[in-house]
């Protein structure tokens, strides 16, 4: 069973970075982190679950106007893990930030819109003065 694990969130003031981590691990035999497509979610209490970016077991990267240019997904295979780095942050950041994966070999689909099969538990992220 896949698991992933969220790390990096804390307290950071308007205009400051974060580098949100999402280690991968339970893989079957001959897999990695390389053969899943991955996304990053955010939620807030009231508002629906917000698609943040992705990236596809062929490198392919999208992200939601919200955060474009600002946010920047990567993955490390050796290290199975995935990042998304988080610059000029503002208040309207602040939410619980998910990692999300579906085994989806060599595929260029990279989407925020579809099912994941996979969850992190979520870490949390405030932006504040």
């Known amino acids: 069973q896949l698991q992933l694990v969220e790390s990096g ?5 308007p205009g400051g970075s974060l580098r949100l981590s999402c280690a991968a691990s339970g893989f079957r035999v001959g ?3 390389g053969f899943y497509a991955t996304a990053w979610f955010r939620q807030v209490p009231g508002k629906e679950r917000e698609g943040i970016s992705c990236i596809s077991t062929t490198g392919k990267t999208n992200y ?4 474009k240019d600002r946010f920047t997904v990567s993955r490390d295979v050796r290290k199975n893990t995935v990042y ?3 610059n000029s942050l503002q208040p309207d950041d602040t939410a619980v930030y998910y990692c999300a994966a579906n085994l989806n070999p060599r595929s260029p689909i990279c ?3 579809v099912p994941y099969n996979y969850w992190g538990q979520g870490t949390q992220v405030t ?3």
């Open 84 to 86: 998304l780095q988080m």
């Open 111 to 113: 989407s925020t819109l």
């Open 64 to 67: 939601a106007d919200s955060v």
């Open 31 to 33: 897999y990695n982190v």
């Open 127 to 129: 932006v504040s003065s």
């Open 9 to 13: 969130g804390g307290l950071v003031q």
